[in-house]
């Protein structure tokens, strides 16, 4: 394998993903469509998904685990009265429920699911189990047991009530959150079964639908100049970090891996922040007495 060839190309291009197409897939064209060398992605959605998917180019792959772990809001629709063996649309009917809830019922049912909570992944997700994905020894027909993991949901709303077999909601939540995993344990706690048949990512750290490229219109300025019109700075990705700034000194400094001197105006001693030099992001580090002692350093 010889060195992918293409473009020193850093920044942030957002998709509104459609439904039908894997992640990877989206990473994958637009990296070609920008002619980049490198390209990552943060948060990956199902295919059937839709919404921002947040693409990182060249350096700002580097800030992805910042946007990884920034919330993130979604609307989904739950189908009501039945279960599938994947907890969305895709998979087989395995349960089914004549019972119906009443909005109020559903209102209250939310309330547990809010907060800080403990999640099972569902059976068919990405988590390594002894090494291997989830999915694959699902669909060999195996049942596991998923150790539940923490996740913080800040808010969990009834968007609407279309019919009684389907309930619209809004989550906000932080890194790691299955809406599967909430469709299915909001069947169980109304003891009617559910799965999500529609899913849709509003927002995701910074970065929002709203703003986002369709994927025909990648395809449409693909290998032209207008195309990186819709490049953003990849100091988006660091949003949720405080900034410092670099003394000229410190910026050299940082640039070869070693601590640099930094004015802070927002970053406490012992916080995550990243540098910036004339506006452009040097390092992210940690921020100790006028220093920062960088772990991540941006080629410029």
């Not at 993991?149 to 709303?157: D, G, I, M, S, T």
């Not at 009530?161 to 790691?176: A, I, N, Q, S, T």
């Amino acid at each position: 394998m010889g060195r992918r060839k293409g473009r020193d190309i850093s920044g942030w291009v957002i998709i509104d993903k459609p439904a039908g197409l894997t992640s990877t897939a989206v990473v994958n064209k637009v990296r070609w469509a920008f002619d980049a060398k490198k390209a990552g992605h943060a948060g990956t959605l199902d295919p059937e998904a839709t919404g921002v998917l947040a693409i990182a180019l060249g350096e700002a792959t580097k800030t992805v685990p910042y946007i990884t772990d920034a919330m993130k809001a979604y609307r989904f629709t739950v189908r009501l009265g039945q279960a599938t063996n994947t907890d969305d649309a895709e998979g087989e009917v395995i349960e089914t429920s004549d019972l119906r809830p009443t909005d109020d019922d559903i209102r209250q049912a939310l309330l547990p699911l809010t907060g800080d909570i403990m999640q099972v992944p569902p059976q068919f997700s990405a988590v390594k189990i002894d090494g291997e994905r989830a999915y694959k020894r699902a669909r060999d027909g195996e049942t596991m047991e998923i150790a539940a993991r923490p996740l913080f949901v800040e808010e969990l709303n009834m968007v609407s009530r279309p019919d009684p077999d389907h309930v619209e909601l809004e989550m906000v939540c932080g890194k790691g959150g299955y809406v599967r995993s909430i469709a299915r344990d909001l069947g169980a706690a109304l003891g009617c079964f559910g799965y999500v048949v529609s899913l849709r990512r509003v927002w995701s750290g910074p970065f929002e639908a709203d703003e986002a490229m369709s994927l025909e219109l990648v395809e449409q300025l693909a290998r032209t100049p207008a195309l990186d019109e819709w490049l953003r700075p990849l100091e988006q990705g660091l949003d949720d970090l405080p900034e410092v700034r670099c003394t000229p000194e410190g910026a050299a400094k940082l640039r070869n891996g070693n601590p640099g001197m930094v004015i802070s105006s927002d970053a406490e001693y012992g916080d995550e922040a990243w540098a910036s030099f004339e506006g452009r992001a040097v390092a992210v580090g940690i921020y100790r007495a006028g220093e920062l002692h960088p772990n991540r350093v941006f080629v410029p």
